[in-house]
């Protein structure tokens, strides 16, 4: 089932810790996990582009690994991005 912008939650909670979920023009990017200002941030376009609830588990996926203390000194950027873009793919492919 396709999400829609509409069917956004307003925030979510990870471990505890709310965090809000925007819809924002993000030039050159789709979605970004603001940790300072416990915010998911996620472009119109993710709709159109049908990756909507891909993008929202992405970056869902940063906000978990950042509260476990996943941080760039235990792993490069690009492990990070691999981790969250594989198991956020799979999730979004089964709906979940
Ligand atoms: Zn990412």
Redesign the pocket.
Known sequence: MTMKLKDLPKSINVYGQRTKIQVKELPGLVGKADFRRKTIFITPTAESEGILRETLL?ETI?IILNRLGITPQLVSHEVD?II??TIAKCLAENDL
């Open positions: 992405h940063h991005e969250c873009e």
